[in-house]
């Protein structure tokens, strides 16, 4: 083990890249100590909030790079939080780091439920979230949660945004309207109020703000994609061909403003009978991993039918059961993982110079 130095370890790591910037941990400061014992190594590194939903398995790849080039040393990664502010975003100065859009070609897939548990596991897994319900005709994120009040405006004439525990921002046209009371209106107060939701919020500082859009193919997407810079969108379908189809249609639908494919998930994968364990696929199984493939965009991950998710739903308790339920939460927290993994595989193959914050 003589070989072996402080400068060895740094440079077997130095190359790889920050998910967050793509640019490498060495580049970037972000290894911020090596402690050298006789056949044992502890190294430090620093990781955003951002990329923290990746925590385990960037520490596992470190390890792994450190003994391949050092056979037979024991090697310890510790994960220290590593400040990066985010910059402003668009006009509206937001200081969001990644936008993502979560839409579907028609209702009744799960959207709403597949946005808020997105949300949730990634705040769960050390990410700074917020939640915007963009569904203005049909509002449902306030349910699921459990949530109600009327959004303030503050001394900077901003909208305080209904909070779920103290850090996770969310803002609905359901806290500004009635359970029984509909919204009639044309598009340009369809525009106005998602514009006045995204840039009149104090949102605050996010790593992520996601996006519950209404479903099909209205041109939500487009006052979005011209107010803000968005990372990209995940398209939520069921397994039949007649939400496929209708899949592809939101595929298109993004692809046409230049918004990215993040990736397709399938919900409704599959019942798991509590009573049999017995697994019936009601609408089918894999065919939006399929119909991925064939569209050559990413495939996220499956969810299943779970009872317990269902009822949570309907009770507002889903970020209960995301918080404390490990087998329910677990599909929720593959997908979350596999989406950061898809942006930090973005920026590794575009870094990011990093920026200074503005002031």
Same mark, same amino acid.
């Given at each position: 083990?003589?070989?072996?130095?402080?400068?060895?370890?740094?440079?077997?790591i130095a190359d790889i890249p920050d998910p967050e910037t793509g640019r490498g941990l060495g580049a970037m400061g972000?290894?911020?100590?090596?402690?050298?014992?006789?056949?044992?190594?502890?190294?430090?590194?620093?990781?955003?909030?951002?990329?923290?939903?990746?925590?385990?398995?960037?520490?596992?790849?470190?390890?792994?790079?450190?003994?391949?080039?050092?056979?037979?040393?024991?090697?310890?990664?510790?994960?220290?939080?590593?400040?990066?502010p985010p910059a402003r975003l668009g006009q509206a100065g937001l200081r969001i780091k990644s936008v993502i859009l979560?839409?579907?070609?028609?209702?009744?897939?799960?959207?709403?439920?597949?946005?808020?548990?997105?949300?949730?596991?990634?705040?769960?897994?050390?990410?700074?979230?917020?939640?915007?319900?963009?569904?203005?005709?049909?509002?449902?994120?306030?349910?699921?949660?459990?949530?109600?009040?009327?959004p303030a405006i503050n001394t900077q004439k901003k909208i305080e945004p209904i909070r779920l525990g103290d850090d996770?921002?969310?803002?609905?046209?359901?806290?500004?309207?009635?359970?029984?009371?509909?919204?009639?209106?044309? &598009?340009?107060?369809?525009?106005?109020?998602?514009? $006045?939701? #995204? +840039?009149?919020?104090?949102? *605050?500082? %996010?790593?992520?703000? /996601?996006?519950?859009?209404?479903?099909?193919?209205?041109?939500?997407?487009?006052?979005?994609?011209?107010?803000?810079?968005?990372?990209?969108?995940?398209?939520?379908?069921?397994?039949?061909?007649?939400?496929?189809?209708?899949?592809?249609?939101?595929?298109?639908?993004?692809?046409?403003?230049?918004?990215?494919?993040?990736?397709?998930?399938?919900?409704?994968?599959?019942?798991?009978?509590?009573?049999?364990?017995?697994?019936?696929?009601?609408? &089918?199984?894999?065919?939006?991993?399929?119909?991925? $493939?064939? #569209? +050559?965009?990413?495939?996220? *991950?499956? %969810?299943?039918?779970? /009872?317990?998710?269902?009822?949570?739903?309907?009770?507002?308790?889903?970020?209960?059961?995301?918080?404390?339920?490990?087998?329910?939460?677990?599909?929720?927290?593959?997908?979350?993982?596999?989406?950061?993994?898809?942006?930090?595989?973005?920026?590794?193959?575009?870094?990011?110079?990093?920026?200074?914050?503005?002031?």
């Amino acid at each position: 083990m003589n070989d072996v130095t402080v400068e060895s370890i740094r440079q077997a790591i130095a190359d790889i890249p920050d998910p967050e910037t793509g640019r490498g941990l060495g580049a970037m400061g972000q290894i911020l100590d090596i402690a050298l014992g006789d056949k044992d190594a502890r190294v430090t590194i620093g990781l955003t909030t951002y990329s923290m939903p990746l925590c385990e398995e960037f520490s596992e790849l470190l390890r792994d790079r450190i003994v391949a080039s050092h056979p037979g040393l024991s090697v310890r990664v510790d994960v220290a939080h590593h400040p990066r502010p985010p910059a402003r975003l668009g006009q509206a100065g937001l200081r969001i780091k990644s936008v993502i859009l979560v839409g579907s070609g028609k209702g009744g897939v799960g959207k709403s439920t597949v946005a808020a548990g997105i949300a949730l596991s990634l705040r769960r897994l050390g990410s700074v979230v917020g939640l915007m319900d963009a569904d203005v005709y049909g509002p449902s994120i306030p349910q699921l949660l459990g949530l109600s009040g009327r959004p303030a405006i503050n001394t900077q004439k901003k909208i305080e945004p209904i909070r779920l525990g103290d850090d996770f921002p969310v803002m609905s046209m359901g806290f500004l309207i009635e359970k029984d009371q509909a919204v009639i209106w044309r &598009g340009p107060m369809l525009h106005g109020s998602i514009t $006045q939701f #995204l +840039g009149d919020t104090q949102w *605050g500082e %996010l790593d992520y703000l /996601i996006v519950d859009m209404p479903p099909g193919t209205g041109d939500v997407a487009l006052t979005l994609s011209q107010a803000i810079p968005i990372s990209g969108a995940v398209v939520v379908c069921t397994p039949q061909e007649v939400a496929l189809l209708d899949a592809i249609k939101a595929v298109s639908m993004f692809r046409k403003v230049d918004i990215p494919i993040l990736g397709m998930v399938e919900n409704m994968s599959g019942f798991a009978c509590p009573d049999c364990g017995k697994v019936f696929d009601i609408f &089918g199984r894999g065919g939006t991993r399929e119909k991925a $493939q064939e #569209l +050559g965009e990413p495939f996220l *991950g499956t %969810l299943p039918i779970d /009872i317990t998710l269902r009822v949570a739903g309907d009770e507002g308790r889903l970020a209960d059961v995301i918080g404390q339920d490990e087998r329910a939460r677990a599909p929720f927290d593959a997908i979350a993982r596999a989406l950061v993994r898809g942006l930090a595989s973005r920026k590794q193959a575009e870094p990011s110079r990093p920026k200074l914050p503005t002031l």
